[in-house]
């Protein structure tokens, strides 16, 4: 007998309709952020230098928490190994035979990637300067890639995660670690003084935006067959 491939479930018009929300709602709040930082808003910059500045003086106060914290996003939180969590995804899905869903997992990872570093070559925003730095970053700072990189792939690993009908346990773990990830990665990019407030926030929002996209289209996408003619059924 031919087994059956797995595939995720469809979602109900539910979750699709708050899917839309999310993204609508993310993505004006990144739009609008954008403009403010372009537009160099004198309350938004002040309030950016406020917590800038009093961040900056606890790390250079605790070389030990600036080690940890350089660990964490270089390491950790990395935008590689985010996108190297992705990539093992992928191809598992791949793998089990929802290519469909693979591919569209990859182009969201893809176009984030893409969509952050061309807002940073148009916004051109300087990173903060200090004359006692702990630590360095190139290119410009508005959104932060890390914080945008962290939502998106965390994002795309629970909502993988819900589609498959992983038990509340083991999900509400992986949605705990995720939330941990992306508010711990922007608020270590904001402490070792390499960005803006602004930069992490909007880089969230981005990612969060990405997200709800990838999981409303999909949910548009029709039940398909397995080539025995079953439908493909997952576990509830």
């Not at 993204?23 to 609008?32: E, G, H, M, W």
């Amino acid at each position: 007998m031919r087994s059956l491939r797995v595939s995720p479930p469809q979602p109900l018009p539910r979750p699709r309709t708050a899917a839309l929300w999310t993204a609508s709602v993310a993505a004006a709040a990144a739009l609008a952020l954008l403009a403010l930082v372009a537009a160099r808003w004198p309350p938004l910059l002040s309030l950016d230098r406020m917590v800038a500045e009093a961040l900056h003086r606890d790390a250079v106060a605790d070389p030990g928490l600036v080690r940890v914290s350089r660990v964490l996003t270089d390491w950790v939180w990395d935008p590689w190994t985010m996108r190297l969590l992705i990539a093992v995804a992928v191809v598992a899905l791949w793998w089990r035979g929802a290519r469909p869903l693979a591919l569209r997992v990859a182009a969201t990872s893809l176009l984030a990637s893409l969509l952050q570093q061309g807002l940073k070559t148009v916004v051109g925003r300087e990173r903060p300067q200090w004359p006692d730095p702990v630590d360095t970053a190139d290119y410009s700072a508005f959104p932060s890639g890390h914080a945008m990189t962290a939502a998106v792939s965390c994002g795309l690993l629970v909502w993988l995660l819900r589609l498959y009908g992983t038990g509340p346990g083991v999900w509400g773990a992986a949605l705990a670690v995720a939330v941990v990830s992306a508010v711990g990665v922007a608020v270590t990019r904001v402490y070792l003084g390499v960005h803006w407030l602004s930069d992490v926030v909007g880089g969230a929002l981005l990612g969060v935006a990405a997200v709800a996209l990838c999981a409303a289209g999909y949910a548009r996408v029709p039940a398909r067959r397995d080539p025995a003619g079953a439908a493909r059924t997952p576990r509830p």
